[in-house]
């Protein structure tokens, strides 16, 4: 298989007119509203912010660039031509691209197929000719921008080899301070006459599993307190005091065996992880529309306190699966969706988002590697735009907004499309078991299919088996086919041409005997004056008698 996006397209056939100012785009520092709107709570929060009176430093900007990863055994070549027509003419006249692949099968005791190559092949309508691209020469992938920003959050290593002389000497201040808070049992509650009794062997204290300073993941979790007070070692020890005692009162450690009920699982819920490795955590605050589970949630305090709680023991689950040894993934990857968000009419929800959000920013420091807002609603902006100045920079830099229209492109930014769930724009299946054929572990290859642009994916055969192949075009808009040309020259009609419309089903799966050699065409049909994405991934099965 090949995983390669093809993603060059001629000015004069992509050039779209601007959105209108009420479409939100993708940004990380919303420019300041035109009118002032009243101030008011965001849905319940899944990040802890850090709200100081000064700015911590960042690291130097940089653009994130994420290259295809190419599957065992694929090569890949392309090639493209210009759009000869111009959108006027769209309708009536489609530039031709192929995507040939040839792959071998894994290996077995009995192959089940030949090795698969990957040329790309782009011809013009009229004149239909093709042009040899020699294997040995490389073209550049196009490189995934991040969206823009001049500050975009670099997490910092947790290794201390790379700490700073200055970091180092701060780190183990204030181990002293906390290994005299142990000694005196101040994490634990315990009166001076019960610590006075024996001094030498304080009681071991735990915090998100991790005994402190018993190992260096502790250090890991006390870097975590120092950078989220700038390395002001007092403010540090003062704010895991708090955090201890907060955990005491609150009963966390017996929380977490509690059972609460799953009736919020749509709500919030892990799936897949990010490039980097991190966990992906999605908070769906659409479901909140349905006033039964509105009223269930928030309706009186008792309530409301359940669903606190029952954050909470989510929040501190999730956590404590974390890799908290030097150099290993212990932050989270946050997706907040806000399409069809409850707006700031409701109180219930603003009271229950006020306390969360005070728990999470004083209690849960450094836990967020990106925090990501897709479907953005216009007002959900203005409100930020309003906290932003009492938001410290790091905060800020951890942030990307994305409207409606730029959702799948933003997440595949940072997550593989395998990982993505389908309601997101990827082929994650989430919630069920309904095509065991693929994993997360089979990797998508991305193409942009260009405006009025024909994409055929050509798929060469060369040993007898089954082919399984799945595909989604985001949005469709488009149509879709299916042939099998044999080597001796007839066709094969799969699935007949079809057009796909954004009410459709989001993937198509299918599957295809193959007892003669030859190739498969996946055909996409773009006639719109849009960029439109196709995701698509197949892989050779036993052949079924």
Same mark, same amino acid.
């Given at each position: 298989?090949?995983?390669?996006?093809?993603?060059?397209?001629?000015?004069?056939?992509?050039?779209?007119?601007?959105?209108?100012?009420?479409?939100?785009?993708?940004?990380?520092?919303?420019?300041?509203?035109?009118?002032?709107?009243?101030?008011?709570?965001?849905?319940?929060?899944?990040?802890?912010?850090?709200?100081?009176?000064?700015?911590?430093?960042?690291?130097?900007?940089?653009?994130?660039?994420?290259?295809?990863?190419?599957?065992?055994?694929?090569?890949?070549?392309?090639?493209?031509?210009?759009?000869?027509?111009?959108?006027?003419?769209? &309708?009536? !006249?489609?530039? +031709?691209?192929? *995507?040939?692949? %040839?792959?071998?099968?894994? @290996? /077995?005791?009995?192959?089940?197929?030949?090795?698969?190559?990957?040329?790309?092949?782009?011809?013009?309508?009229?004149?239909?000719?093709?042009?040899?691209?020699?294997?040995?020469?490389?073209?550049?992938?196009?490189?995934?921008?991040?969206?823009?920003?001049?500050?975009?959050?670099?997490?910092?290593?947790?290794?201390?080899?790379?700490?700073?002389?200055?970091?180092?000497?701060?780190?183990?201040?204030?181990?002293?301070?906390?290994?005299?808070?142990?000694?005196?049992?101040?994490?634990? &509650?315990? !009166?001076?006459? +019960?610590?006075? *009794?024996?001094? %030498?062997?304080?009681?071991? @204290? /735990?915090?998100?599993?991790?005994?402190?300073?018993?190992?260096?993941?502790?250090?890991?979790?006390?870097?975590?307190?120092?950078?989220?007070?700038?390395?002001?070692?007092?403010?540090?020890?003062?704010?895991?005091?708090?955090?201890?005692?907060?955990?005491?009162?609150?009963?966390?450690?017996?929380?977490?065996?509690?059972?609460?009920?799953?009736?919020?699982?749509?709500?919030?819920?892990?799936?897949?992880?990010?490039?980097?490795?991190?966990?992906?955590?999605?908070?769906?605050?659409?479901?909140?529309?349905?006033? +039964?589970?509105?009223?269930?949630?928030?309706?009186?305090?008792?309530?409301?306190?359940?669903?606190?709680?029952?954050?909470?023991?989510?929040?501190?689950?999730?956590?404590?699966?974390?890799?908290?040894?030097?150099?290993?993934?212990?932050?989270?990857?946050?997706?907040?969706?806000?399409?069809?968000?409850?707006?700031?009419?409701?109180?219930?929800?603003?009271?229950?988002?006020?306390?969360?959000?005070?728990?999470?920013?004083?209690?849960?420091?450094?836990?967020?590697?990106?925090?990501?807002?897709?479907?953005?609603?216009?007002?959900?902006?203005?409100?930020?735009?309003?906290?932003?100045?009492?938001?410290?920079?790091?905060?800020?830099?951890?942030?990307?907004?994305?409207?409606?229209?730029?959702?799948?492109?933003?997440?595949?930014?940072?997550?593989?499309?395998?990982?993505?769930?389908?309601?997101?724009?990827?082929?994650?299946?989430?919630?069920?078991?309904?095509?065991?054929?693929?994993?997360?572990?089979?990797?998508?290859?991305?193409?942009?299919?260009?405006?009025?642009?024909?994409?055929?994916?050509?798929?060469?055969?060369?040993?007898?088996?089954?082919?399984?192949?799945?595909?989604?075009?985001?949005?469709?808009?488009?149509?879709?086919?299916?042939?099998?040309?044999?080597?001796?020259?007839?066709?094969?009609?799969?699935?007949?041409?079809?057009?796909?419309?954004?009410?459709?089903?989001?993937?198509?799966?299918?599957?295809?005997?193959?007892?003669?050699?030859?190739?498969?065409?996946?055909?996409?049909?773009?006639?719109?004056?849009?960029?439109?994405?196709?995701?698509?991934?197949?892989?050779?099965?036993?052949?079924?008698?």
């Amino acid at each position: 298989m090949a995983d390669e996006t093809l993603r060059t397209c001629p000015p004069e056939a992509t050039a779209e007119p601007p959105p209108p100012p009420s479409t939100v785009e993708e940004v990380e520092t919303p420019p300041p509203p035109q009118e002032e709107y009243p101030i008011f709570e965001p849905p319940l929060a899944s990040v802890a912010l850090d709200v100081l009176e000064k700015d911590t430093t960042l690291p130097s900007p940089q653009l994130e660039f994420e290259e295809e990863k190419l599957i065992e055994a694929v090569t890949i070549t392309q090639k493209e031509t210009p759009l000869v027509p111009t959108l006027s003419s769209v &309708a009536s !006249s489609l530039t +031709e691209e192929h *995507v040939t692949v %040839t792959a071998a099968a894994p @290996v /077995s005791s009995q192959p089940l197929a030949a090795a698969l190559a990957v040329p790309q092949e782009s011809d013009s309508p009229k004149t239909q000719s093709k042009e040899s691209i020699e294997p040995e020469k490389e073209y550049p992938v196009e490189k995934k921008k991040t969206p823009e920003s001049f500050a975009s959050f670099k997490e910092e290593s947790n290794k201390l080899s790379d700490l700073s002389n200055s970091e180092l000497k701060t780190l183990e201040e204030f181990k002293l301070l906390v290994q005299e808070a142990l000694t005196n049992g101040v994490f634990t &509650a315990a !009166s001076p006459s +019960e610590t006075s *009794v024996n001094t %030498t062997t304080p009681e071991e @204290v /735990s915090i998100w599993g991790i005994p402190l300073l018993k190992d260096d993941r502790s250090d890991v979790i006390l870097l975590k307190f120092l950078r989220a007070r700038d390395f002001k070692v007092k403010e540090s020890f003062a704010m895991l005091a708090n955090t201890m005692k907060w955990r005491r009162d609150f009963n966390v450690d017996e929380l977490v065996k509690e059972e609460l009920g799953d009736y919020l699982e749509k709500v919030v819920f892990m799936q897949g992880h990010d490039k980097e490795g991190h966990a992906v955590c999605y908070n769906v605050y659409g479901e909140f529309q349905n006033k +039964e589970l509105y009223a269930k949630t928030f309706s009186d305090e008792e309530k409301r306190n359940t669903f606190l709680r029952w954050r909470i023991q989510f929040l501190e689950r999730s956590i404590r699966k974390l890799d908290f040894n030097p150099g290993g993934v212990n932050t989270i990857f946050q997706i907040s969706d806000l399409k069809n968000s409850p707006g700031p009419g409701k109180r219930e929800l603003r009271i229950a988002t006020k306390q969360a959000l005070h728990i999470l920013q004083d209690n849960y420091p450094e836990f967020v590697a990106k925090q990501v807002f897709i479907n953005v609603p216009w007002w959900y902006l203005a409100f930020y735009t309003m906290i932003s100045p009492f938001l410290t920079q790091r905060t800020k830099s951890k942030f990307v907004f994305a409207g409606p229209s730029k959702t799948a492109d933003t997440l595949f930014k940072y997550i593989a499309p395998e990982q993505v769930p389908t309601q997101y724009g990827g082929l994650s299946v989430d919630f069920c078991e309904c095509n065991p054929e693929f994993t997360v572990d089979d990797p998508v290859t991305e193409i942009t299919v260009k405006p009025a642009t024909k994409q055929i994916v050509e798929i060469i055969v060369n040993e007898k088996c089954t082919l399984v192949w799945e595909l989604r075009v985001v949005g469709w808009e488009v149509s879709y086919s299916a042939e099998y040309v044999p080597n001796s020259g007839y066709t094969v009609i799969i699935e007949k041409t079809r057009k796909l419309l954004p009410s459709d089903e989001p993937v198509i799966s299918n599957n295809f005997n193959i007892n003669e050699l030859g190739k498969i065409l996946l055909t996409i049909n773009n006639p719109t004056a849009k960029k439109k994405k196709l995701l698509y991934r197949f892989k050779v099965v036993p052949c079924v008698a």
